[in-house]
């Protein structure tokens, strides 16, 4: 008796082999998004936890969701693009600011 696992990938023809890779490929992508929503809650959790002490603590909540609002498909537009890029440009540049005596 031969102990060794036989590989089945290779005894199926080429379009089986697609179409578990395929599958399992899915699998993967949907436990990825499964972990990611999970850390995402996490994250929003800690997020609305306390209020923001200062003004940094309050553009980092804003960064986060301007990240949000600029994956969607309504952000996709150029001009809004543009307002999401002059908007973080713009708390880079106050924040700096502030921290200087």
């Known amino acids: 008796m031969d102990d060794k696992p036989v590989e089945l ?5 080429m379009a089986a082999q ?3 890779e395929l599958r399992r490929r899915i699998a993967e992508v949907a436990a990825d998004q499964a ?3 999970a850390r995402q809650d996490e994250l929003e959790r ?3 936890a306390a209020p923001a002490r ?3 603590d309050a553009v980092e909540v804003a960064r986060y969701l ?3 609002l600029s ?3 309504e952000a996709q537009d150029t ?3 543009k307002l999401i890029s002059d908007l973080i440009s713009d708390f880079d540049r106050l924040l700096a600011n502030e921290t200087r005596p």
């Open 54 to 56: 200062d003004w940094a």
């Open 79 to 81: 001009r809004r693009q």
């Open 46 to 48: 800690f997020l609305s």
């Open 35 to 37: 972990e990611l929503r």
């Open 66 to 68: 301007l990240g949000l």
């Open 71 to 73: 994956a969607s498909a």
């Open 9 to 13: 990938d290779q005894r199926r023809g």
């Open 18 to 20: 697609k179409s578990t």
